[in-house]
């Protein structure tokens, strides 16, 4: 797909057929998130792909309240690596980072999965103390956000956005 036409295509998608996906379409996902830029090239994150359909029914109603999850094929479970960060730049700044490292490495996800006529959804609001019991995730990550992904049950409409003239200044003269 065109670059422009990818940005358009993407939406967060909440409903799926429960269709499997593919290996390579898990592969496709997981080599996007790691091409993102990120700081130091440390690329502090990790991904948990959960395809077993028993452990993805535990996600709902306590890692994350709403039950669509549970129709998802995947669910990709984001987490910070912030170790190295902290230790170069100290906690504050290591923070920032491994949080836009991470959002970074989600976006391209979610694009590599519309690419695919896949769809899936960012999702931050989670109990992430639950999703590190049900996952067992080491104390070094911090799970960051939750991507369920499959097959598209729904063609939600574009949800607008606000006018760049809005949300940007630009300095200086543009030709
Ligand atoms: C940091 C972040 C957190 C989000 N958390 C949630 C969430 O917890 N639940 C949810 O349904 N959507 C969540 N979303 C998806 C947004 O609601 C969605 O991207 C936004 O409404 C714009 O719609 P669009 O993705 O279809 O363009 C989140 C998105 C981001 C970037």
Not at 18 to 33: M, S
Not at 125 to 152: E, M, Q, T, W
């Amino acid at each position: 797909m065109e670059f422009k036409d990818l940005l358009y295509a993407r939406k967060s998608i909440r409903n799926f057929t429960g269709e499997p996906i593919t290996k390579a379409q898990v592969d496709a996902i997981l080599e996007a998130a790691t091409r993102a830029p990120n700081a130091c090239n440390f690329q502090s994150w990790f991904f948990y792909v959960v395809a077993d359909k028993a452990m993805i029914e535990k996600f709902s109603p306590d890692v994350y309240s709403l039950d669509w999850i549970k129709k998802a094929s995947v669910i990709i479970v984001v987490c910070a690596d912030p170790g190295r960060l902290e230790e170069r730049f100290g906690q504050r700044v290591g923070n920032n980072f491994v949080t836009q490292d991470t959002a970074a490495a989600t976006t391209n996800m979610l694009l590599a999965a519309a690419d695919m006529g896949l769809g899936g959804c960012w999702i931050g609001h989670f109990n992430d103390d639950k999703c590190r019991s049900l996952l067992n995730i080491p104390s070094r990550l911090r799970p960051v956000a939750l991507v369920p992904i499959g097959h598209p049950a729904e063609q939600p409409p574009q949800r607008p956005r606000n006018p760049v003239e809005k949300v940007s200044l630009v300095i200086g003269d543009l030709r």
